[in-house]
């Protein structure tokens, strides 16, 4: 299948600095990019999905200033956590969809943990 | 999104066949069937997918019911590799076009050695 890298795969900073995460498809050109948030013990939740050149749409009750979302190649989309608080500590997952897969398949990225100090 | 509804946790035993339910009662005409496993600290990875007939890929086997209101994922042989939190996720098509993913809490499966 598919590959999808994400950069860094942890990181860990103080409150208040941003976090930039980086998701690249490696194999394939993804028009549409999703960006998933999961705490422990819990499902995904999906953040926001992003269409190459265009803004990122987000999903109820996620604050789009406080998560930049930039997709500015088909290969590559990036998520910028601003002033980033401990209750931002998560794990970020990627996922990106192929359009010249026959189901159209979305693929997943090995996500990033993020613990904010 | 129409919605699923999973076990919290099963177990297994190792080398042995596990059958994993899934329940949607709300499903629609146009949903497909999704299952992805994901591995502790890992992204999600696809398993499977079908719309009406029984699908078969090398990592396993789903079984729809007649009237599509529940499906099983069918582990064949089941090793320690295979714990994971699998998903059973309906992703609607309409027009070429998919749905997102909606992640449920899907079923952890433990595999006994």
């Known amino acids: 299948g598919a590959v999808v890298s994400q950069h860094p795969s942890r990181v860990i900073c103080k409150s208040g600095t941003s976090v930039k995460i980086e998701c690249r498809s490696l194999?394939?050109?993804?028009?549409?990019m999703f960006w998933y948030r999961q705490f422990p013990k819990q499902s995904l939740m999906l953040m926001a999905t992003s269409n190459e050149g265009s803004k990122a749409t987000y999903e109820q009750g996620v604050e789009k200033d406080k998560f930049l979302i930039n997709h500015a190649s088909l290969t590559l989309s990036t998520l910028t956590v601003t002033s980033a608080h401990p209750e931002d500590s998560s794990f970020y997952i990627c996922?990106?969809?192929?359009?010249?897969?026959?189901?159209?398949?979305?693929?997943f990225g090995p996500g990033t943990r993020l613990t904010v100090l | 999104d129409a919605k699923t509804t999973q076990p919290n946790s099963m177990e297994s035993n190792e080398e042995e066949p596990v059958h994993l339910p899934c329940n949607h009662s709300t499903i629609s005409g146009t949903d497909y069937i999704h299952w992805y496993r994901q591995l502790p600290s890992q992204g999600p990875e696809y398993v499977i997918h079908?719309?009406?007939s029984n699908v078969n890929n090398r990592m396993a086997s789903l079984a729809i019911a007649e009237d599509r209101k529940s499906s099983t994922l069918i582990l064949h042989r089941a090793t320690l590799r295979d714990a994971a939190v699998y998903y059973c996720?309906?992703?609607?098509?309409?027009?070429?076009?998919?749905?997102?993913?909606?992640f449920g809490k899907g079923t952890k499966l433990s595999v006994k050695p």
């Open positions: 079908g719309l009406t």
């Open positions: 194999d394939f050109q993804a028009t549409t």
């Open positions: 996720i309906l992703r609607v098509n309409y027009g070429g076009s998919q749905g997102n993913l909606i």
């Open positions: 996922s990106a969809r192929d359009p010249a897969s026959y189901y159209n398949e979305q693929f």
